[in-house]
Structures are given as C-alpha cells and as structure tokens.
C-alpha cells in the first residue's frame, strides 16, 4: 500500500475500528504524508496521516503539541479537522481530511473573496476571545501575562540566533532586530490568548463561502492577541485578503480587542525573526563562499523551484523584512520605484517572442507538473529578460554604493559584500547606512523581477486603518 509502513498501517486500523483501503503518498505545507481512506462498519472515512518535522526544527512544535493545540481550538467551535489520533513514538498525527481548496491564490469572486475572508475573522476571534487559561492546553501551562511569554519566545528566537552566529557570523540587521524586539516588549498586560502564529490565507481551506478548515498550527504559542495580526498581515502581503482594514475593523467588534499599530509593527519584526537570521536577507557573498568551500555548485532551491513561484517569493521576503524593520525603527526609506534604468537593447525583443512561445506551450500541455515547469522557465525568461537590460547598471550602482560606506573601492562585489558585512558588525559602518544600502539593492533586484513577479511586485505590508 504505497510504501506506507505496516506498523503504521495497522495502527490506523486500531485508532480508527476500521481497515485502512488506501494510502496515496501527499505534501503539505513542506511535511509529507498519507491521504488515508478507511472502511469502517461499511462506511467510509477520509482521513490524512501528517508526519512530524524533524527534531532540529525547533522553530515549530512536535506534532503531538500541535494536535493538542486543533483539538484545543475545536472544542470551542473552530473550524479544524478533528484529530483522531497521534503517535509521539512514530511522530505522526491521524486526522480528518477535510475537502477544500487552500487559499495561495485569491478566488475570482470578489464577493466570494469577502464572505470567505470574513468567515476567517470569525474563526480568528473565537480563539482570541477565549483566554488561553480557559483552553486545554496543558503542555503550555503555566498560563502567564502576553509580556512574560513574549520574552520567553524571544529566549527561544535568541537561542536559535546565537547557534548560527557560531556556524557563520549572522547578519547586522538580523542582530538589529532581535535588540530591537528584546528592548521594546510592547507594555500589554491584558489575556494572553493562543496564537496560531503564520496565521491567515495558505494555512485555511475554503469551500464555497465559507471556511470549513483552519489548519498548521505548528507555530502556535500564548501570547499578544496582536502577533496574530501581524502574521496575517504578512499572509495577506503573500495570498491577498480583500479589504483589510475592514476586515480589521470586523475583529475588534467580534473578538474585544482593539487593533495597535505598533504593537502590530513589532510583531511583524517578531515574525520575520522567528522565520531564522537569514530568512529575507539578501546573500552577501558569505553564502556562496561557503558552498564554494563544500563544493557545492548544486542549484539553489530558488532555480529548483518547478513553477518559479519560490524565485519570486524570496523577492517579496527581502522587500518584506527591511521594510518591516524600517518601519518599526522609524526610518524612512526612499521610494522603490526608479528614476532611471539601462536603455532597452536591441535584441530584447527576442525575449518576448520565447515568452510568447512559452505562453503557447503551456496551453497545449496536458500534464499539471510539466505545464507548471512551463510557467516556470517562463518567469526565469522574464527575469533574464530584465536583468539582461538592467544588470550590469545596478551592479556598477551597488559597487558604487559599497565604496561610499567602506570608504575605498572594492575590486568586486564578490570582495565588496563580505566586507561590508563585517565592517557593519565591527561597528565601523552605521546600522542607517548599511539598511539604506539593502534597500537600494532590493529595489534594483526587484525591478529587473518585476515581470516575473507579476502582481506580488504591487504587493506590501497592508494598511491597519
């Protein structure tokens, strides 16, 4: 049955009363496991086989506590798929599959769009507005203030920090920003309520109008009743969520909290830290001094990706962090559209003509994975498209831009990163300086994935009000 183990199988069969008919290998959310079907007293059961991340992941929670958080939250009336049960032993939860469709897309409808958004903050606020004391959660206990779990989640953020600084020296703005967090705790003494943490679209399943599931509760943790909003603004930045602050306005009415806006700018901070050092950072240059050093000339995930989808993703992640940070810090950044960029070459319009015969293929592909490896070189064309025009501009700019900082001019970029990196964490370049410098890089980058990146280059932090 698939290469689904036996021992596994038959403990199906136990925890269900019913006979396990079959198991068809699946991916969610990055962690593999089991579409499940189960015959039982002649009826039958649809259920999914979840397993674990690794124990080095300690960023998420061990399957057997992120079951204990759904079966939490259904009890007062969230919508999840019901856990029918887990095995710490095998590292793998057993629960419903739920039919529906994941939200990375926004639905056509746009009244469709609303009701489904709305139902979200339904679910959102339910878990809210029941303190986190009055769940059953006893692998969290002691229930304490939002303040103390907080400074609790940053012990764990600074754990994780100070591991990969002993790996390879992390970033400036990835020390900045846990200093940052860990000197400005927001002064909130109300409930601490149950955070889901990476909370909004891509982690629910809708089905018509309405939600019918909530789900990945792997990041969940007491907290701010505000980090939740600050991860769906994040989701939202990523998927779309239609009107937002409306739909802000809607989850003070049903959940009694009031919306802050800073408290919302420091957990937008908060959750960029949580995601590791190195999430959002542009490389500069250490990365692939390491990989050179392993010999390591593979492929990036990034050029892995089948659909291109993660190329552009890292994109918006790096725009996403500097200005999460810029803004919590209150810098101002200058605007990210430019003034001035190479003249078109002539043989550009080369591009557009294998993009135009990549726009044919796709249409004439049957296979789903092949059609989405067409979209996929067709986004990289688009990207060498602008960086063909554009690349060799910005790199002049950027050398540019190190020199000023470093105060001598580097033979390369290749030289010219590493150094700046080091000089900002030896304090001999100013913080201001070298995030106005990551700034101006991410806007160069992003433009010449401006074509590629299609809508998500419109795309930023949302408004609260």
């Given at each position: 049955m698939g290469d689904l183990e036996q021992n596994l199988i038959d403990w199906i069969a136990v925890s269900t009363g019913g006979e396990v008919t079959e198991a068809r290998l699946a991916t969610v959310s990055g962690r593999a496991g089991y579409r499940i079907d189960v015959r039982r007293d002649g009826e039958p059961l649809a259920l999914f086989l979840q397993r674990g991340r690794k124990p080095s992941e300690s960023s998420f929670l061990p399957l057997a506590r992120e079951a204990e958080?759904?079966?939490?939250?259904?009890?007062?009336?969230?919508k999840v798929p019901h856990v029918w049960a887990v095995s710490e032993s095998e590292n793998v939860v057993l629960s419903d599959r739920v039919a529906g469709v994941v939200w990375f897309v926004e639905p056509a409808d746009v009244c469709q769009q609303v009701y489904i958004a709305q139902d979200y903050i339904r679910q959102l606020a339910t878990w809210h507005s029941t303190p986190a004391a009055a769940l059953d959660l006893p692998s969290f206990q002691p229930i304490r203030g939002a303040r103390r779990h907080q400074r609790d989640q940053l012990?764990?953020?600074?754990?994780l920090f100070e591991e990969a600084d002993r790996a390879s020296p992390i970033d400036a703005i990835a020390r900045v920003?846990?200093?940052?967090?860990?000197?400005?705790?927001?002064?909130?003494?109300?409930?601490?309520?149950?955070?889901?943490?990476?909370?909004?679209?891509?982690?629910?399943?809708?089905?018509?109008?309405e939600v019918v599931a909530v789900v990945d509760w792997e990041l969940a943790h007491v907290g701010d009743p505000m980090d939740d909003i600050a991860w769906l603004s994040w989701r939202a930045t990523q998927?779309?969520?239609?009107?937002?602050?409306?739909?802000?306005?809607?989850?003070?009415?049903?959940?009694?909290?009031?919306?802050?806006?800073?408290r919302v700018r420091y957990?937008?901070?908060?959750?960029?830290?949580r995601l590791g050092p190195w999430f959002g950072l542009a490389d500069m240059g250490e990365a692939g001094a390491r990989r050179r050093e392993r010999g390591d000339d593979s492929p990036s995930a990034d050029d892995r990706d089948s659909d291109g989808s993660?190329?552009?993703?890292?994109?918006?992640?790096?725009r996403m962090r500097l200005t999460a940070l810029a803004d919590a810090l209150g810098v101002t950044l200058p605007s990210r559209f430019l003034a001035e960029e190479a003249p078109v070459p002539e043989h550009a319009r080369r591009y557009d003509r294998v993009l135009t015969q990549l726009q044919t293929l796709a249409t004439l592909v049957a296979d789903p994975n092949a059609a989405r490896q067409v979209k996929g070189i067709a986004r990289q064309v688009k990207y060498l498209k602008g960086a063909?025009?554009?690349?060799?501009?910005?790199?002049?700019?950027?050398?540019?831009?190190?020199?000023?900082?470093?105060?001598?001019?580097?033979?390369?970029?290749?030289?010219?990163?590493?150094a700046l990196a080091e000089a900002t964490r030896e304090?001999?370049?100013?913080?201001?300086?070298?995030?106005?410098?990551?700034?101006?890089?991410?806007?160069?980058?992003?433009?010449m994935m401006r074509e590629a990146s299609g809508r998500l280059f419109d795309r930023t932090w949302p408004e609260l009000a």
């Open positions: 958080v759904s079966r939490a939250v259904e009890a007062i009336g969230v012990a764990g953020i600074r754990k920003s846990l200093s940052y967090l860990e000197r400005n705790i927001p002064d909130y003494n109300g409930p601490a309520v149950l955070c889901q943490g990476d909370t909004g679209p891509g982690n629910f399943l809708y089905r018509g109008d998927h779309g969520f239609p009107d937002f602050p409306e739909r802000l306005r809607e989850y003070e009415r049903l959940s009694g909290f009031a919306v802050d806006p800073e957990y937008r901070v908060n959750a960029c830290a993660q190329m552009v993703m890292t994109m918006l992640h790096r063909n025009r554009n690349h060799a501009r910005f790199e002049r700019q950027e050398l540019a831009d190190i020199s000023r900082l470093l105060g001598r001019t580097p033979g390369s970029l290749d030289e010219g990163r590493p304090g001999k370049v100013s913080f201001e300086g070298y995030l106005l410098y990551h700034w101006n890089r991410v806007v160069r980058d992003d433009h």
